[in-house]
């Protein structure tokens, strides 16, 4: 025990020495000009300074998110800026707390207790914890739970998983405060790649205008108010810039790198880091059934309709354990489910009898499949699916935490991607490459009694008083 107390005192020391060094490669880029941070940055940064002025009931945060999307920079940002306060600090990474030391969160506290000369409780200054892929200790929870219990001089912030919410009880959650880092949006993406900062304002009053009009006049009429401010946004971008950000732009981790053979490797490698890592953990499976859920997803990828029976049938297993696949993918976040229009989301995939609709959470991860393995669709089709992606990944951003909506999408045949509901309120909407007509939208408005319909694609901004319904071009959509 003595041994091993000594391994963890060095790799402390270590840790703690190059964790300034190691800091600045997150916040400064090659030319020590500092990165932009994300959005969600600044309401981060509002739990840690409301630590600092006396406010101690929010000083436990978990940042959940895809792998990749950026959770490791943004805790790095935060930790550097917390070098001015008088305070002690720590910083790692679980993995290598797990795996190479062979250790857990609760050992290692205690080491660093000795380290620092006295216990959580008795602390003369805060402590600033920062743990990174905490899911990496399976006790991760009862630890941080005890850590938190102990003194309310401890800022703990956590990423991981976003499986982490699967893990934790309700005394945890009762603790935590759990943020989602989502993939970039495009005036994230700009910020970051061409340091094109957004006009105050104008996302929010994009979201107004699309969310939250009464008709499809007044949605019209807020977005042609909006377009001359967009303009100005978007002099010196060009389609290339969007179309890098529909391919792989959307994961953070993509943005330096120049050639799209290296990009789309290591998208792959992201994702075999899911299965082989995350998954494997996670999942009760075989290793001959995580062997083949690349192949799953490449078959999602490509399938013109999703049908959990085609996908067992195709690869020899139980529709069953098919399930079992997709609610882990989803945990993992690499996927994300679209109920059908009319069934509960409490619904089981066994007791849902319409099929739901599985998109990925960044349409990077479908062009690496297109690019690497190759389509069986047309070129039109694959952009309209990587559009519907990208939709939809700002369609559940928007959702996040709001208990009062849901994102359906009508199972009929033609019939529109998605339907958004919120409390009394319907929007139907339609998601395409090309210029899109109103067809597939009338049904659906019809069915579900639509306070209006919303058609994302190449278009113009058009209003059609007829069909109750908004044209809305793909550049002022990905402004929300």
């Given at each position: 025990?003595?041994?091993?107390?000594?391994?963890?005192?060095?790799?402390?020391?270590?840790?703690?020495?190059q964790?300034?060094?190691?800091?600045?490669?997150?916040?400064f880029?090659?030319?020590?000009?500092?990165?932009p941070?994300?959005?969600i940055?600044v309401?981060?940064?509002s739990?840690?300074?409301?630590?600092?002025?006396?406010?101690?009931?929010?000083?436990?945060?978990?940042?959940?998110?895809?792998?990749?999307?950026?959770?490791?920079?943004?805790?790095?940002?935060?930790?550097?800026?917390?070098?001015?306060?008088?305070?002690?600090?720590?910083?790692?990474?679980?993995?290598?707390?797990?795996?190479?030391?062979?250790?857990?969160i609760s050992?290692?506290?205690?080491?660093?207790?000795?380290?620092?000369?006295?216990?959580?409780?008795?602390?003369?200054?805060?402590?600033?914890?920062?743990?990174?892929?905490?899911q990496?200790?399976?006790?991760?929870?009862?630890?941080?739970?005890?850590v938190y219990?102990?003194?309310?001089?401890?800022?703990?912030?956590v990423?991981?998983?976003?499986?982490?919410?699967?893990?934790?009880?309700?005394?945890?959650?009762?603790?935590t405060?759990?943020?989602?880092?989502?993939?970039l949006?495009?005036?994230e993406?700009?910020?970051?790649?061409n340091?094109?900062?957004?006009?105050k304002?104008l996302?929010?009053r994009v979201r107004?205008a699309?969310?939250a009009?009464?008709?499809?006049?007044?949605?019209?009429?807020?977005?042609?108010?909006?377009e001359?401010?967009?303009?100005?946004?978007?002099?010196?971008?060009?389609?290339?810039?969007?179309?890098?950000y529909?391919?792989?732009?959307?994961?953070?981790?993509?943005?330096?790198?120049?050639?799209?053979a290296?990009?789309?490797?290591?998208?792959?490698?992201?994702?075999?880091?899911?299965v082989?890592?995350?998954?494997?953990?996670?999942?009760n499976?075989?290793?001959?059934v995580?062997s083949?859920?690349?192949?799953?997803?490449?078959?999602?990828a490509?399938?013109?309709?999703?049908?959990?029976?085609?996908?067992?049938?195709?690869?020899?297993?139980?529709?069953?354990?098919v399930?079992?696949?997709?609610?882990?993918?989803?945990?993992?976040?690499?996927?994300?489910?679209?109920?059908?229009?009319?069934?509960?989301l409490?619904?089981?995939?066994?007791?849902?009898?319409k099929?739901?609709?599985?998109?990925?959470?960044?349409?990077a991860?479908?062009?690496?499949?297109?690019?690497?393995?190759?389509?069986?669709?047309?070129?039109?089709n694959t952009?309209?699916?990587?559009?519907?992606d990208?939709?939809?990944?700002?369609?559940h951003?928007?959702?996040?935490?709001?208990?009062?909506?849901?994102?359906?999408?009508?199972?009929?045949?033609?019939?529109?991607?998605?339907?958004?509901?919120?409390?009394?309120?319907?929007?139907?909407?339609?998601?395409?490459?090309?210029?899109?007509?109103?067809?597939?939208?009338?049904?659906?408005?019809?069915?579900?009694?639509a306070?209006?319909?919303?058609i994302?694609s190449?278009?113009?901004?058009?209003?059609?008083?007829?069909?109750?319904?908004?044209?809305?071009?793909?550049?002022?959509?990905?402004?929300?």
């Amino acid at each position: 025990m003595a041994i091993k107390k000594e391994k963890i005192r060095n790799f402390l020391n270590d840790q703690i020495a190059q964790a300034e060094f190691r800091a600045k490669a997150y916040v400064f880029d090659e030319d020590n000009k500092r990165r932009p941070q994300r959005s969600i940055f600044v309401k981060i940064r509002s739990y840690f300074e409301d630590f600092f002025t006396a406010n101690k009931s929010k000083r436990w945060i978990t940042l959940t998110g895809l792998r990749g999307a950026g959770k490791t920079t943004l805790m790095y940002q935060l930790y550097h800026e917390s070098k001015v306060r008088d305070c002690y600090r720590l910083i790692l990474s679980l993995d290598q707390v797990t795996q190479i030391m062979e250790s857990n969160i609760s050992e290692v506290l205690q080491v660093y207790e000795e380290v620092i000369g006295c216990h959580l409780e008795n602390l003369d200054k805060p402590l600033l914890l920062f743990l990174d892929e905490v899911q990496y200790d399976p006790k991760w929870g009862v630890a941080l739970k005890s850590v938190y219990d102990r003194s309310d001089k401890v800022f703990i912030f956590v990423t991981g998983s976003a499986a982490l919410h699967m893990n934790s009880n309700t005394d945890i959650a009762r603790r935590t405060i759990f943020e989602k880092l989502f993939p970039l949006s495009f005036t994230e993406y700009l910020k970051i790649k061409n340091k094109k900062f957004p006009i105050k304002g104008l996302s929010g009053r994009v979201r107004g205008a699309i969310f939250a009009s009464d008709s499809a006049k007044q949605c019209f009429e807020e977005l042609k108010a909006i377009e001359k401010h967009a303009d100005k946004y978007y002099m010196g971008t060009t389609r290339i810039d969007f179309q890098k950000y529909l391919n792989y732009g959307s994961l953070p981790f993509m943005i330096a790198l120049q050639n799209e053979a290296i990009v789309y490797d290591q998208i792959s490698k992201t994702l075999d880091r899911v299965v082989n890592n995350d998954i494997a953990q996670l999942g009760n499976f075989s290793q001959e059934v995580v062997s083949v859920i690349p192949a799953i997803l490449y078959a999602v990828a490509d399938m013109d309709a999703f049908n959990f029976s085609t996908i067992s049938n195709k690869f020899g297993l139980s529709r069953a354990k098919v399930a079992e696949i997709f609610s882990i993918l989803e945990q993992t976040e690499i996927l994300f489910r679209v109920y059908p229009h009319g069934s509960h989301l409490s619904q089981s995939v066994h007791t849902t009898k319409k099929p739901s609709k599985y998109l990925f959470s960044s349409p990077a991860f479908r062009m690496m499949y297109y690019k690497m393995i190759g389509s069986i669709i047309s070129e039109q089709n694959t952009k309209g699916r990587l559009l519907e992606d990208l939709a939809g990944m700002y369609l559940h951003r928007f959702l996040y935490k709001n208990t009062y909506a849901s994102l359906t999408y009508d199972s009929a045949k033609g019939g529109a991607d998605f339907i958004l509901t919120m409390h009394n309120k319907r929007l139907v909407i339609e998601v395409g490459s090309g210029k899109k007509g109103y067809r597939q939208v009338i049904e659906t408005a019809k069915k579900v009694k639509a306070s209006y319909s919303i058609i994302v694609s190449e278009n113009e901004l058009e209003f059609s008083e007829e069909f109750n319904a908004v044209k809305i071009p793909i550049r002022l959509f990905v402004l929300m």
